[in-house]
T-cell receptor
Framework: KAGVTQTPRYLIKTRGQQVTLSCSPISGHRSVSWYQQTPGQGLQFLFEYFSETQRNKGNFPGRFSGRQFSNSRSEMNVSTLELGDSALYLC?????????????FGPGTRLTVT | AQSVTQLGSHVSVSEGALVLLRCNYS??????LFWYVQYPNQGLQLLLKYTTGATLVKGINGFEAEFKKSETSFHLTKPSAHMSDAAEYFCAVTLASGGSYIPTFGRGTSLIVHP
């Protein structure tokens, strides 16, 4: 099976712009989660989608949003970018999102905001 | 609610030496526990997990971890370190029932292996 893919791998944006990141989960996986990883804060949960519905949300401002399509592919959008949004954004998929199931991570999108 | 504490942001060992990465958790109900590894410029990869049953769990690349309920610990060990083990290691916890099944991750431990 193909793993989790994320596009693009690298992005450079300017403050105030918006950005959309894409994630394709492993075939058959219905749960997709997004994380922000920074050296200072570690891995922080953004949100989780299951069957096109946001099922869980982390403590991030409304500038961070996401969606999931009927084929389970997911996108996350960040509007009005700030310097502090520079991070590695990781997408993870899981079969059903149940707590005993491990997550499979993509390689991440490295976002740099200048 | 659950939480994870990884003791030591950096652990340095010599090649061939024992690797011990510490993880302590806090949860109000039985936990499910995971160890992930992250190599540079890559996502996280599952090393092993504990859900139920045997408390000593064997994972990939020669790693194992033991769930100790009385100590609320899930330390990761490997008898003999290899240079290729140098990476960032994350412990994570979810709850077996109730609460959120979104995993809570520790801050990570960077394993440095010296020749």
């Amino acid at each position: 099976k193909a793993g989790v893919t994320q596009t693009p791998r690298y992005l450079i944006k300017t403050r105030g712009q918006q950005v959309t990141l894409s994630c394709s989960p492993i075939s058959g996986h219905r749960s997709v989660s997004w994380y922000q990883q920074t050296p200072g804060q570690g891995l922080q949960f953004l949100f989780e989608y299951f069957s096109e519905t946001q099922r869980n949300k982390g403590n991030f401002p409304g500038r961070f949003s996401g969606r999931q399509f009927s084929n389970s592919r997911s996108e996350m959008n960040v509007s009005t970018l700030e310097l502090g949004d520079s991070a590695l954004y990781l997408c993870a998929s899981s079969l059903t999102g149940q707590s005993s199931y491990e997550q499979y991570f993509g390689p991440g999108t490295r976002l740099t905001v200048t | 609610a659950q939480s994870v504490t990884q003791l030591g942001s950096h652990v340095s060992v010599s090649e061939g030496a024992l690797v011990l990465l510490r993880c302590n958790y806090s949860s109000s109900v039985p936990p499910y526990l995971f160890w992930y590894v992250q190599y540079p410029n890559q996502g996280l990869q599952l090393l092993l997990k504990y859900t139920t049953g045997a408390t000593l769990v064997k994972g990939i690349n020669g790693f194992e971890a033991e769930f100790k309920k009385s100590e609320t610990s899930f330390h990761l060990t490997k008898p003999s370190a290899h240079m290729s083990d140098a990476a960032e290691y994350f412990c994570a916890v979810t709850l077996a029932s109730g609460g959120s099944y979104i995993p809570t991750f520790g801050r990570g431990t960077s394993l440095i292996v010296h020749p």
